[in-house]
């Protein structure tokens, strides 16, 4: 099943993103859902 992915040296492999990153999403959903809660009271 030759996919999207053409060239078949494993060079398009994507590294796993930064802890920054995750601490940043963490952020941004911990912020979302403090929003929910406050805007629904």
């Given at each position: 099943m030759g996919g999207?992915?053409?060239?078949?040296?494993?060079?398009?492999v994507p590294r796993p993103p930064p802890l920054w990153f995750w601490g940043l999403i963490g952020l941004i959903i911990a912020g979302v859902m403090v929003l929910a809660v406050?805007?629904?009271s």
């Open positions: 999207w992915d053409k060239d078949e040296t494993g060079d398009y406050v805007s629904s």
